[in-house]
Each structure stands twice: as C-alpha cells, then as structure tokens.
C-alpha cells in the first residue's frame, strides 16, 4: 500500500493555491492532473484547500484527474470517497467538520458531495508517456519521480510540460529538483516550494 496521508506537505499545496488560482481562474474550467494520487488523500486535500480560497460558484468549475498505476490503491474511494476515521486524524478540526460527513460504515467519514465530485479517479502508467489530456492548468506530481531512473524522470517532465497549457503549473516535492535537461522548461515561481510555470 502506498505512502500517503491528507493534507501531506499542506505548506505547498496552500502555497500553490494562493500562487496558481489568479492564473487558473483565467479558464472556464480548471483542469487539474495528479499524477501518483496513490488512495486519494491527496487530490482530495488539494480540492478542499482550493475549495476554501473560491467560491462555490467557482469550484465548480475544478475538475481533479487523480491518476495512478497500481488501480488497487483506489478501493472503495471512488465508489464512496470514504475512509476509516483513524486516516483522517491530522485533518484540522474545522476543515474536518466542514467536508466530512458520517458514512453508512461505521468508523469511516464520507467526503462532501462537492469535493467528491471535483475528483475523478482513472488508472493511468506515467511510463506511457501518454498524458491523459493535454490541456492542464496545473499538474501535480509528488513522491512518485524517485521512484524512475533519471532518463525515466527527463521523460515523464517532458510529457508534463506537453501536457500543461501556457503558462501551465507543475509542482513537485521538496526534496526533487528538476533534472538540469529539464530547466529549460520551466521557471521557478518560488524559492519556498518546488513550483513551477511552463516556459514555451
Ligand atoms: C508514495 S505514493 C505518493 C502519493 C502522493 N502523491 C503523495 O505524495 O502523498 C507513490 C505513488 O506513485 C504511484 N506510481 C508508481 N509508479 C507509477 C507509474 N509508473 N505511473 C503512475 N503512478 C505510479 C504508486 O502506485 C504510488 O501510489
């Protein structure tokens, strides 16, 4: 079973939100992909955390491609969007109150209706080098690239960045630089996290 846990690295996805949302409110639709979503906690803190910085009206127009591999990860969630209490314990109280509900099984909470629908989950091979749309806002790929070879690395960065609009965002994890064939890319958009904006 994969690694993961809501609101994973919260100092990055809010740094994200508050640096993309002027560019992706720009569309009509906010094409998100996550790459390597393993079991959901993180597509699905990403939408709340965009979720608290726009309006309803708004949200509704986020559309969260959670993609990856091994499609056993995915379980129950996309049937329900549900999980056993204990996962959800380092959610902050008043976010939990707002976009949890009680499930039908006892012990797991039910994400809202309204977040569920901003996440759609697809198995997708990042190794494909196919990407699942080419028209992305922002792309998310974080914990998953240490995982390939380098030449694998140089690939999969090459593919986002033919998959992100102009101006498009990608972000990865702290600890993953970009590979020095890829900077030319992208720009950096903070020294504060590892975000950043499709060069053309
Ligand atoms: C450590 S988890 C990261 C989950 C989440 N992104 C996070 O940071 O919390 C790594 C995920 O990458 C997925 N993965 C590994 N190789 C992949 C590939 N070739 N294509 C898509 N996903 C892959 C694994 O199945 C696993 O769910």
């Given at each position: 079973m994969a690694f993961t846990f809501f609101f994973r690295d919260t100092q990055t996805l809010e740094l994200l939100a508050e640096l993309a949302l002027p560019y992706l409110k720009r569309s009509m639709y906010i094409r998100i992909w996550d790459a390597g979503c393993a079991m959901g906690p993180e597509p699905y803190s990403l939408a709340i955390i965009l979720r608290e910085q726009m309006s309803k009206f708004l949200f509704r127009n986020v559309r969260i491609f959670a993609t990856d591999v091994d499609e056993s990860n995915f379980g129950t969630i996309i049937a329900r969007g549900a999980y056993p209490e204990v996962e959800?314990?380092?959610?902050?109280?008043?976010?939990?109150?707002?976009?949890f509900e009680p499930d039908t099984e006892p012990g797991y909470w039910r994400l809202t209706e309204e977040?569920?629908?901003?996440v759609q989950f697809e198995r997708h091979d990042l190794l494909?080098?196919?990407p699942v749309r080419n028209d992305f806002g922002l792309i998310?790929?974080?914990?998953?690239?240490?995982?390939?070879?380098?030449?694998?690395?140089?690939?999969?960065?090459?593919?986002?960045?033919?998959?992100?609009?102009?101006?498009?965002?990608?972000?990865?994890?702290q600890t993953q630089k970009?590979?020095?064939?890829?900077e030319s890319l992208f720009g950096a958009v903070t020294s504060a996290a590892q975000i950043f904006q499709k060069l053309n």
């Open positions: 959800l314990k380092r959610i902050p109280p008043e976010i939990f109150a707002k976009y977040i569920r629908r901003a494909s080098l196919k998310l790929c974080k914990n998953v690239l240490l995982h390939f070879t380098p030449a694998q690395r140089i690939a999969v960065i090459q593919m986002f960045h033919a998959a992100l609009n102009d101006g498009g965002f990608f972000v990865t994890e970009l590979p020095p064939e890829t």
